[in-house]
């Protein structure tokens, strides 16, 4: 006579007190079957947390768990209904060592981030600088990017080994109560091959606890890799916002020429910003009236002390920052001169 099962929805796996009642050794098995399937979590695709070989072997291991119990779940779901069994593979008899093994695997199984900081190595220099912060800029949120995506790796893997943590919980409980009612299942006729299940249900359940230790291990593992991409992420994002509010700089040497249809001079212009204001110097003569915009790349400044008359540059730089051209108009008695000047930006 057969007691009418109690139904579980299948999220039952994840409640740690659950019914015996009149729970059908099927019904019971199909819960294991269940549970099986989430004592690992599926390693998810990531470009930042590397996945361990071992969890996804760990991972392959409980697959070949899930496809034994289901072939159990079926032999006893035949027996219970008085079908004949169908014919079945040999049902191996060392789920105690799979279970060991695939503790062990996960045990073994490190995360490690993949984000090395000297791929995105960019100098103070080089975000200062005018003509190479758009480079270095790209740099950083490239990096910033990176550890983002690390960020919700990490938060996926976390969630996968929660989930997996909760379902060993109630995998053991399970096994718990399997073994108040081992007899039963020792005294059903339809079931002698499976004998040697509910006598090692004992050593089942402590390959499951390795299983929840190890999964619990490799939480704690990943929880430290999580901490440092938040830590590396909270420091590359403050410090780029603050760098972000300092306006890039042209301090160099502008090498080139000033022209007219007849002559060719060889210019070079070096600025330099000893205390936060700009200078020059063109071929070493010093400059008065320096005026510079960064926002608007503009640069005038005329030469002191000229006795032939004033010198003003009137320059514009271009949107790379790496040449500047315009004039400069040299006034005389007898009229005013102009000459074309074109300058390269030298490291």
């Known amino acids: ?69 289901k072939e159990i779940n079926e032999m006893v779901d035949d027996a219970e209904n008085n079908r004949t069994l169908k014919a079945h593979g040999t049902i191996p008899k060392n789920l105690v060592e799979r279970l060991n093994d695939t503790a062990s695997e996960i045990q073994n199984a490190k995360f490690h981030t993949d984000v090395d900081p000297d791929d995105y190595h960019v100098s103070l220099a080089d975000f200062t600088a005018c003509d190479t912060r758009l480079w270095a800029s790209g740099k950083i949120e490239d990096y910033i990017n990176a550890l983002q995506n690390g960020k919700k790796e990490g938060d996926d893997f976390n969630d996968q080994l929660d989930h997996a943590l909760k379902a060993n919980r109630a995998m053991e409980d399970i096994i718990l109560s399997l073994q108040k009612d081992s007899d039963k299942f020792l005294a059903n006729p339809f079931l002698p091959e499976l004998n040697w299940l509910w006598w090692d249900l004992d050593k089942i359940r ?102 032939d008359g004033p010198v003003r540059f009137v320059l514009t730089i271009d949107a790379a920052y790496a040449r500047m051209s315009g004039r400069k108009n040299q006034h005389r008695n007898h009229g005013t001169y102009h000459y074309d000047v074109s300058l390269t930006f030298q490291h």
């Open 206 to 307: 402590v390959g499951v606890v390795n299983i929840g230790n190890a999964l619990g291990e490799r939480k704690k593992q990943l929880d430290g890799e999580r901490k440092r991409v938040d830590t590396a992420l909270s420091n590359i994002t403050g410090n780029y916002a603050s760098l972000k509010t300092v306006e890039c700089s042209i301090v160099g040497k502008w090498v080139g020429k000033s022209e007219t249809q007849d002559n060719v001079e060889p210019l070079t212009v070096e600025l330099t910003k000893p205390n936060g204001a700009y200078q020059c110097s063109a071929n070493s003569r010093p400059c008065c009236n320096v005026q510079i915009s960064i926002p608007d790349r503009t640069v005038n400044f005329d030469l002191c002390n000229q006795p």
């Open 1 to 69: 006579m057969h007691k009418t099962p109690t139904r579980f929805p299948t999220s039952a796996v994840l409640c740690v007190s659950w019914i015996w009642g009149g729970q059908h050794m099927s019904r019971l098995l199909g819960i294991i079957l269940v549970s099986l399937f989430f004592f690992v979590p599926e390693v998810v695709k990531a470009d930042v947390f590397e996945s361990p070989s071992e969890l996804k072997d760990a991972y392959d291991q409980g697959k070949e768990m899930y496809d034994l119990f």
